[in-house]
């Protein structure tokens, strides 16, 4: 069957139960079903600044609330390949990376999440065969104090070797 059939094809009740059966046969990362359809991208801003701004006599602090932080980000498109579903991902990059905007000490760091998503292994019979598959994203980005001193503070010896910023 060809691709862009597979689009089309509509499953009736009887095969959705089908594929429902076949399912619990598979582990947890596979999956069976049509190729999904993948939806049109939204286009991301063209104004989009891309560095850090100083604190006076620039473009900080912009309109949109991802541009009002002291660690200010953009959206930017992550391309994962026409094999995965979404293809498309939204995701944040911090304009920052050194050091929050009027701040000497305090850093910008990411905000990340585990997403999942499906990569196809095969089709057959209108039926493809994805796998489950998890991705990091970054959602935004915030203004953190510095990590503790590991001997100061106590900590276990997983903190250690963490550079404390003075």
Request: proline share 8%; hydrophobic share 30%.
């Amino acid at each position: 069957m060809q691709p862009s059939l597979l689009w089309n094809w509509s499953l009736t009740i009887t095969t959705k139960l089908e594929v429902q059966q076949l399912n619990s046969f598979l582990n947890d990362s596979d999956y069976v079903g049509l190729i999904p359809q993948q939806d049109s991208f939204i286009p991301l801003p063209s104004n989009q600044p891309l560095d850090c701004p100083n604190p006076t006599g620039s473009w900080w602090p912009g309109n949109e609330i991802n541009l009002r932080s002291t660690c200010p980000f953009i959206k930017e498109e992550r391309d994962l390949g026409p094999d995965a579903y979404p293809r498309h991902l939204i995701q944040a990059r911090c304009l920052c990376t050194n050091k929050c905007v009027g701040e000497n000490i305090n850093r910008c760091q990411e905000i990340r999440h585990s997403v999942t998503i499906f990569r196809l292994q095969g089709c057959q019979n209108g039926l493809a065969l994805m796998k489950k598959e998890q991705v990091q994203v970054t959602l935004g980005c915030f203004c953190a104090a510095p990590e503790p001193n590991s001997e100061s503070s106590g900590n276990s010896d997983s903190d250690a070797g963490l550079p404390f910023i003075s």
